[in-house]
């Protein structure tokens, strides 16, 4: 098998850990989420080494705004700061910026920074990196439903698919989630239908290129079946192998 066959195209991870690191450490749970973004920064570096075409990561959830208020706070700096500091990095090494998840209740400032970063971004090509922030999989299900309702349009799969919020990439390949949590957590719930799920025990700010292959590997061994059987796929393949 070629390497492009067995890389995913597109990786989606649950970037989890982050506290427990940090606790592990007697630092503030903040410190923690600051290791998050260095982890963040190599994995995009290492996607893109590696080939991987979109990588969706999910950064803030709906449900984090139940967390104590000053971690809440802590990580709206933290985004801000990240923005302004890594983004004309990213748009060097190719990176096209998304930003996924409701926005009307973020600031001002937070809204801008997403608009420009998107806006600064949009022609790089090598790697499309969606941060989901402020996001959830129900959300994003009932806004599309939302909008094709408003659209006076059928509520079919393809008309939902159509105005989900990553509409503007396939479906992920590889869902990997760090931290030792075997659960979904309300990220991907429409996108990873047929998604590859991979979970690591690893905290997340201690996540880098090691344990990206580690996964990567574990993907190129399974067969992703689509509700064929074994023999269809391998007969499949045999005849793109011919042809
Ligand atoms: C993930 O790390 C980051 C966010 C949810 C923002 P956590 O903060 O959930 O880390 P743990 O699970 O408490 O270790
Ligand atoms: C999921 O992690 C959300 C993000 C990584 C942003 P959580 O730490 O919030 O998930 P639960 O609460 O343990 O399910
Ligand atoms: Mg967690």
């Given at each position: ?18 506290g427990?690191?940090a ?20 994995c ?41 500091r ?7 090494e190719?990176?096209q ?15 801008a920074?997403?608009?420009q ?63 030792g ?40 061994t ?6 064929q ?15």
């Amino acid at each position: 098998m070629t390497p492009s066959t067995t890389i995913p195209r597109h990786i989606a991870i649950v970037m989890d850990g982050n506290g427990r690191w940090a606790k592990q450490r007697f630092l503030p749970r903040l410190a923690g989420h600051k290791q998050g973004v260095e982890a963040l920064r190599r994995c995009v570096s290492a996607c893109i080494e590696r080939g991987v075409r979109v990588l969706t990561v999910f950064a803030f959830s709906s449900e984090n705004w139940n967390r104590p208020q000053d971690e809440v706070s802590g990580l709206m700096n933290l985004l801000a700061g990240a923005l302004a500091r890594e983004v004309p990095g990213l748009s060097q090494e190719g990176v096209q910026l998304h930003f996924v998840g409701e926005r009307a209740s973020l600031s001002d400032k937070v809204k801008a920074g997403f608009a420009q970063a998107e806006t600064s971004t949009a022609a790089n090509h090598r790697l499309i990196l969606n941060v989901c922030f402020n996001y959830g999989g129900r959300w994003d299900i009932a806004q599309a439903a939302e909008r094709v309702a408003a659209q006076g349009l059928p509520m079919t799969e393809g008309n939902l698919s159509a105005a989900m919020a990553l509409s503007h990439v396939a479906d992920p390949d590889l869902l990997i989630r760090t931290g030792g949590e075997s659960r979904i957590s309300n990220f991907l719930l429409w996108q990873t239908a047929y998604s590859e799920l991979y979970f690591s025990t690893a905290l997340w700010p201690e996540f880098g290129a090691e344990q990206l292959d580690a996964a990567i590997a574990d993907f190129a061994t399974r067969e992703r079946r689509f509700g064929q059987i074994s023999e269809q796929i391998k007969h499949s393949s045999q005849q793109r192998v011919v042809a």
